[in-house]
């Protein structure tokens, strides 16, 4: 998978939660890191899908989880999933203490059936 086009691994990523929930006040319930910018969006059980509309604007076709323990990628072109990949420019995850879902303060109690499954 190093030799896959679309992955810079040089690239730090974009903060530390979704860029678009984070501008909106809204919250996610995992998080995906593009392997080329970097760019931080939120899964597509999120309300928001927000690194499936990166892909879809940028044509950016992987991504890695962004959470803690997972080093997996998800290639949209080929609809694959990789086990692992080369390492990406630090930090590999959100940090520990941001709860999943988050952030903290902006998950509704009801968080679970606003889900998209």
């Known amino acids: 998978m190093n030799d896959i086009e679309g992955i810079d691994p040089s690239v730090p990523p974009s903060g530390t939660g979704c860029v678009e929930c984070d501008a909106r006040g809204g919250w996610w319930f995992h998080l995906r890191r ?23 604007s940028t044509g950016h076709p992987l991504v890695q989880s962004f959470e803690p323990g997972e080093a997996w990628f998800w290639d949209y ?10 390492a990406l420019a630090a930090p590999g995850d959100h940090p520990a203490d941001q709860p999943s879902p988050g952030p903290a303060g902006r998950v509704p109690e009801n968080w679970q059936n606003l889900l998209h499954r």
């Open 77 to 86: 072109n080929r609809n694959d999933l990789y086990e692992s990949g080369p």
């Open 34 to 56: 593009c392997a080329q910018c970097g760019h931080i969006g939120c899964c597509d059980s999120s309300p928001g899908q927000h690194a499936t509309d990166h892909w879809k």
